[in-house]
């Protein structure tokens, strides 16, 4: 299990331990954590599981290919360089005590 | 105690399709998981049941040998699972993402709609579903499919019938007919243009299909679902934003200020009414869902257009149109991996460019007071006719 720390939108820091086999996506919804809607379920098709990621696992992660950074554009809070869509992200990719912040909103 | 599935006799198909919105306040209420006998469908209503089976392919598959739409279209990704419907899904996600749309699509969207309100502005009256919707959603399919020297009235009757024949719980004879027919025309427009895209790719469907070099039969069911689709679903929610928005003239004139607000309009306008109201789903293995046996084998319908006015998301209001309700996800796109792959397509043309370029240009658009709008379906649902009048220009 990997340890990672997920900042809600009210800006509760949530310490969860998450399957390697699964995305973030998939992750921080089955921890129970609300703030990921993930309307497409994974298929990079909708924006709405975005997440900031800290420096850390931005070092550690490929970059967005292009499609999700163009999906990226189209995220209800603005992408910024720590933007990632949550569900093109593997839990084993990420650094252990990766800190991810969530948007305000997803729609 | 899971209870077995309530069947429901005493509804009739000809009332759904008159207004299926009474039927399902009722089974949300007694019977959210319910046999409805005249469509041989087990009915899900409530939006959390949609939600869990989506999220679960391996006990809900979308693929059912039984499928109509299987019948009428061909085996097309909408009703594959799994690693093969993604990577099937993969080669087209280029085609109908956000990027292109707004680099490729939306340009060519605006002219089309200029074009039409330029033909419609000096008329004064008309239907604005076969004046302006209908011909708005066919030119831009064209293109988008890739079968752009197809009469836009040919894709029109071709789209009707496939969909006729996928919503024929019924199963008559006559819709059967048309789509054979339908079929014949659309696979011809498909191997006239592959041979022109295979030299000259574009960002066309059909060209990316080419492009992956994929079989015949599986080109053709998918251009055929994309037909279907990609034309009632832009064509009905035009008619529905519009309704909605001349039905409520503080909605109206707020859109009318500000044409960013035409993508708020049509989000709501297809959370209110559905496009696609219904569309199906196999149970795997036998399950319960709200208290509710699910045998294994039983075909079930989930409820799109119920979902999206369930009283546990949207309130007490739901069945009004206002753009200003709280956002909240709604499941007139679906949701998982099936998730509607046109839906950045039709927010653009829809939303962004043809209902917006329709109240620039026509400023007193109001419904006519002497004629009034028709509605219609319960597997899809949209106007049927929608009359209006405005000032000749």
Not at chain 2, 32 to 53: K, Q
Not at chain 2, 131 to 143: N, T
Not at chain 2, 161 to 172: E, K, M
């Amino acid at each position: 299990m990997t340890k990672l720390t997920v900042i809600t939108p009210t800006g509760e820091s949530r310490p969860m331990e998450a399957d390697p086999s699964t995305s973030l996506m998939e992750a921080i919804r089955d921890a129970g954590i609300d703030g990921i809607v993930a309307e497409c379920g994974g298929t990079a098709a909708c924006a709405t599981c975005h997440v900031f990621v800290d420096e850390a696992a931005q070092a550690a992660l490929d970059p967005a290919d292009e499609h999700e950074a163009g999906m990226l554009e189209f995220a209800a809070v603005e992408a910024t360089p720590a933007s990632r869509l949550s569900c093109q992200v593997r839990v084993s990719d990420l650094p252990e005590g990766a800190v991810v912040t969530l948007p305000e909103t997803q729609l | 105690m899971p209870r077995p599935m309530p069947v429901i006799d005493d509804v009739s198909l000809a009332e759904m399709y008159d207004d299926p919105y009474p039927v399902y306040a009722r089974l949300r209420r007694e019977a959210p998981v319910a046999w409805l006998a005249p469509a041989n469908i087990a009915l899900i209503t409530r939006f959390d049941d949609m939600i869990a089976i989506e999220r679960d392919e391996e006990t809900f598959p979308a693929n059912d040998p039984r499928s109509l739409q299987i019948r009428s279209m061909g085996h097309s990704l909408m009703r594959r699972d799994g690693a093969e419907h993604a990577a099937e899904r993969a080669v087209l996600v280029k085609s109908f993402s956000p990027p292109m749309v707004k680099s490729h699509w939306s340009p060519l969207f605006r002219e089309i709609a200029e074009e039409l309100v330029g033909e419609t502005a000096p008329k004064g009256q008309g239907d604005l579903f076969t004046e302006f919707a209908a011909p708005m959603a066919a030119r831009a399919l064209a293109q988008i499919i890739g079968i752009p020297e197809t009469d836009w009235q040919d894709l029109l009757w071709w789209s009707q019938a496939l969909i006729d024949a996928t919503g024929n719980y019924a199963d008559l004879p006559e819709p059967w007919e048309r789509c054979a027919r339908a079929s014949e025309g659309i696979d011809t427009a498909i191997d006239h243009h592959a041979a022109l895209w295979a030299k000259a790719p574009n960002p066309s469907a059909l060209s990316a299909m080419v492009a992956a070099d994929w079989p015949i039969e599986r080109i053709r069911a998918d251009i055929k679902v994309i037909i279907g689709g990609g034309l009632n679903e832009p064509r009905d929610s035009i008619g529905t934003v519009l309704l909605g928005l001349l039905s409520d003239p503080a909605q109206l004139e707020a859109v009318k200020a500000d044409p960013a607000l035409g993508r708020k309009a049509f989000e709501e306008a297809v959370r209110w009414v559905a496009p696609i109201g219904m569309y199906p789903r196999r149970v795997a293995k036998e399950t319960v869902l709200s208290d509710t046996v699910l045998p294994a084998g039983t075909a079930i319908g989930l409820s799109a257009a119920s979902a999206c006015r369930d009283e546990s998301h949207f309130g007490d209001s739901a069945g009004r149109f206002d753009m200003n309700r709280p956002k909240a996800q709604h499941l007139a796109f679906g949701s998982g991996p099936h998730f509607c792959l046109g839906t950045w397509m039709a927010r653009s043309m829809v939303g962004d460019v043809a209902v917006p370029a329709l109240l620039a240009r026509l400023p007193d658009l109001r419904l006519d007071p002497d004629n009034s709008p028709r509605m219609g379906g319960w597997v899809f649902r949209g106007p049927l006719f929608l009359p209006a009048r405005w000032s000749p220009k």
